[in-house]
């Protein structure tokens, strides 16, 4: 991957100056110059004087802080468009209220060939149950409707949708009057999604790049496949993302790989790796991620997508034609086949080989000891999301219901990771959460399993230089000379330094701990708003009136 957004502008050597810049080459930093794309230098107020006369710009940061951009580890990128954009039932309260959106939202879009929405969870709603295909075709007017889960691993339609897709009711996955799962909701995901128009897609896809840019996103992650979108919508956001300032986009593609032709066409889609949501399992909150033991609120063990045989022959592939490889895997059951696996390729290859490729697994919940320790053995990257905790965590919350307390209790174990040594890179998986990287680090300091909690400092480096070593650059995401200017300017409150101590919020705004500050994190406090998002050197977003 090169270090270049499109269309490419003239280099300004600039200098920021007047503010507190993130970086751990100096912790009382307060100024910066960018050269060329890269971090030229970091420094203190005075010796920024003797740069000013010979650059092309001077900033006033005006006392705001400069941190490294984010880098958001998991999206989906033309998906959180189109919720940014048209129907979005995530802040439904109510299936009664769910029902009136998509009404609204089909009388306002009459010519629309498909109705697209995203978001419904019915474990928030006092009904505890999705609509109802009756329900669905009422409030639609009997339009073609698809209406994925909050997790996008089920999908409730209309009638008139499943006309469009013949033998649909043959499919695995089927259900007569309940939300579709397996080759049933991928048949008519494809459905729903051929009907999109080109320009339809890249409205979605800017929209959502543009919101990333406003958040201080500088890098995405594109996690595609066959099971989630379409090859053209892949190339067509890869396109898009070469073509207009915008934050990075990185792609990858979920897709088995059983030899070297098949490693090349995945490179010629432009992806950097047959990772992503290669799905080993399902969701939680459709009963389809895999478990060792049933749920505690439904019969069975959930869906296992590829087993250890197979992780095994798609690592030692990957592995053998240098490319990365990668999986999702959220239930105890699916991550013990993708360790096991792994370790059967590297008995193969070799471990030196299987470490040195990088392979990653996204979401990585239902952990275990021994699952852990084999992350650690075998160099992988924990791509996890944060806000998957802050909205279905605790002793009341989804995953409680679908596994019980005491289950529930050991996911997500992101301090337990990190003392294993265990590589994390954050993100959103937006839309499933939305894309928000300071609520991404609080819900990892807050998390609602105590144990479980990371140190703001640890959270804001898997948010940042995590992205960046997940898909094997260790020079990126971090302000010191020679990285990338990938930056962003935040307006915020006093900075803090987290106490080295178990207690979460007790924090520190002592200079002299030689640690560059934070902003406060603690539940409640305002977050920073972003004023500008820098990606190699040009901007890609500045906060208007400012």
Not at 60 to 68: C, F, I, M, R, S
Not at 146 to 159: C, E, G, N
Not at 345 to 352: E, I, Q, R, V, Y
Not at 370 to 387: D, K, M, N, R
Request: proline share 6%; hydrophobic share 45%; with cysteine.
């Amino acid at each position: 991957m090169t270090d270049s957004t499109a269309p490419q502008a003239e280099h300004r050597t600039v200098l920021l100056r007047g503010g507190e810049v993130h970086s751990p080459a100096d912790p009382f930093a307060t100024a910066m110059v960018v050269e060329r794309g890269h971090i030229a230098w970091v420094g203190s107020e005075g010796a920024a004087d003797a740069f000013a006369a010979g650059v092309d710009e001077v900033v006033d940061l005006e006392g705001a802080l400069v941190t490294p951009a984010f880098a958001d580890a998991h999206v989906h990128t033309t998906a959180t468009g189109f919720a940014l954009t048209g129907l979005d039932l995530s802040g439904a309260r109510t299936l009664v209220e769910a029902l009136g959106l998509v009404r609204e939202h089909s009388a306002a879009h009459a010519a629309d060939k498909v109705l697209l929405g995203h978001g419904w969870d019915a474990t928030r709603w006092p009904e505890q149950r999705p609509p109802s295909r009756a329900e669905l075709d009422r409030a639609a007017g009997g339009r073609p409707l698809y209406l994925p889960r909050i997790d996008v691993h089920s999908a409730v339609v209309t009638t008139a949708l499943l006309d469009l897709v013949p033998g649909v009711t043959d499919l695995a996955g089927y259900h007569p009057d309940g939300p579709l799962t397996a080759a049933a909701h991928h048949a008519v995901r494809a459905a729903a999604h051929a009907a999109i128009t080109p320009a339809q897609r890249a409205a979605a896809q800017r929209a959502a790049l543009a919101r990333a840019a406003s958040l201080g996103i500088g890098t995405v992650h594109e996690c595609a496949g066959p099971d989630i979108s379409d090859e053209d919508d892949f190339t067509s956001l890869l396109e898009l993302a070469k073509a207009e300032p915008g934050p990075r986009v990185v792609g990858y593609w979920a897709e088995q790989v059983a030899s070297a032709k098949d490693a090349q066409r995945i490179r010629e889609l432009g992806a950097v790796g047959a990772a992503g949501d290669l799905f080993v399992d399902g969701s939680l909150g459709s009963h389809t991620a895999h478990l060792h033991s049933p749920y505690a609120d439904a019969p069975h063990t959930g869906a296992a997508h590829l087993d250890t045989a197979a992780v095994a022959a798609h690592v030692a592939a990957c592995t053998e034609a240098g490319l990365q490889a990668g999986f999702h895997a959220i239930g105890d059951a699916a991550l013990t086949a993708v360790t096991e696996g792994i370790r059967a390729a590297a008995d193969t290859l070799g471990l030196a080989r299987v470490r040195a490729a990088r392979h990653r697994v996204e979401h990585a919940e239902m952990l275990t000891p021994e699952t852990i320790a084999a992350f650690a053995e075998f160099g992988l990257t924990a791509s996890v999301q944060p806000a998957f905790d802050a909205a279905w965590g605790g002793s009341e919350g989804m995953y409680a219901q679908r596994l019980g307390a005491e289950r529930a209790r050991t996911l997500n174990p992101y301090a337990a990771l990190l003392r294993a040594g265990v590589p994390l890179a954050f993100g959103s998986d937006s839309p499933v959460t939305p894309l928000d990287p300071w609520g991404t680090l609080r819900a990892a300091a807050f998390h609602r399993t105590p144990e479980h909690r990371i140190s703001a400092r640890a959270a804001f480096t898997a948010h940042t230089r995590g992205g960046w070593r997940a898909i094997g650059r260790d020079d990126a995401g971090v302000l010191v000379p020679g990285a990338p200017a990938d930056y962003a300017v935040w307006r915020t409150e006093e900075l803090v330094v987290q106490a080295p101590d178990d207690r979460v919020a007790r924090w520190s705004t002592d200079p002299r701990s030689g640690t560059p500050g934070l902003p406060d994190l603690t539940p409640g406090a305002e977050l920073p708003r972003c004023l500008r998002t820098v990606v190699f050197g040009q901007t890609v977003y500045e906060r208007p009136n400012e």
